[in-house]
């Protein structure tokens, strides 16, 4: 067991192009979350699977945001036309039961 | 609304000193609580977990946490902080880990700093 691995580690865009990261959770967990952290704040809830079924989302996840788990394992989290309030760090995070490993985020600079 | 309050945002400690972390939760109901670390570039690390019972527990890195239910509270401690204990500090509360909700929410964190 790897632990949850996030991919790319570090992003930087210019305003307007698309982007899209990768979360691969512990195998066998079926919880699976995503959350943004800015500069000086705690991570921010932005959307939940349970297996392949999105079950919440955030309103800080506009339009713009798009999230699937296709088969219920990896995830991604797509971000089209970026601009800069979207630059932060995103984190995604699985669990099976009542704790939620994290991994090591993506970092997102658009400039 | 459930909310997190970290009151200090960032501490400085002397190395072998002892160290208490506040956090003060908002939340209606018995509050699954947490506490995170935070190393520069590494993601967050579950220090401790309060569910229920012993209000006084124990967690990584010589770190404990007691939940206090009349202050809203669930401050971190530890009683002599080591260098690499320098990172900062979250302290989460859980929506409803019940049902098919369960994000938790953050409050802004604590810096810690150790001082030789």
């Known amino acids: 067991d790897t632990g949850v691995s996030q991919d790319p580690r570090h992003k930087i865009t210019k305003r307007g192009q698309n982007v899209t990261f990768r979360c691969d959770p512990i195998?066998?967990?079926?919880?699976l979350y995503w959350y943004r952290q800015t500069l000086g704040q705690g991570p921010e809830f932005l959307t939940y699977?349970?297996?392949?079924?999105?079950?919440?989302k955030s309103r800080l996840l506009s339009d713009r945001f798009s999230a699937e788990r296709p088969k219920g394992s990896f995830s991604t989290l797509e971000i089209q036309r970026t601009e800069q309030g979207d630059s932060a760090m995103y984190l995604c995070?699985?669990?099976?039961?009542?704790?939620?490993?994290f991994g090591p985020g993506t970092r997102l600079t658009v400039l | 609304a459930q909310s997190v309050t970290q009151p200090d945002i960032h501490i400085t400690v002397s190395e072998g000193a002892s160290l208490e972390l506040r956090c003060n939760y908002s939340?209606?109901?018995?509050?699954?609580l947490f506490w995170y670390v935070q190393s520069p570039g590494q993601g967050l690390q579950l220090l401790l977990k309060?569910?229920?019972?012993?209000?006084l527990v124990q967690g990584i890195k010589g770190f404990e946490a007691e939940f206090k239910r009349s202050q809203s509270s669930f401050n971190l401690r530890k009683p002599s902080v080591h260098w690499s204990d320098a990172a900062e500090y979250f302290c989460?509360?859980?929506?409803?880990?019940?049902?098919?909700?369960?994000?938790?929410?953050f409050g802004k964190g604590t810096k810690l700093s150790v001082k030789p």
């Open positions: 995070a699985s669990s099976f039961q009542n704790e939620q490993f």
């Open positions: 195998s066998e967990h079926n919880r």
């Open positions: 699977f349970q297996n392949e079924a999105q079950l919440e």
């Open positions: 939340y209606g109901a018995t509050p699954y």
């Open positions: 309060y569910f229920s019972g012993d209000t």
């Open positions: 989460a509360v859980v929506t409803n880990y019940g049902g098919s909700q369960g994000n938790l929410i």
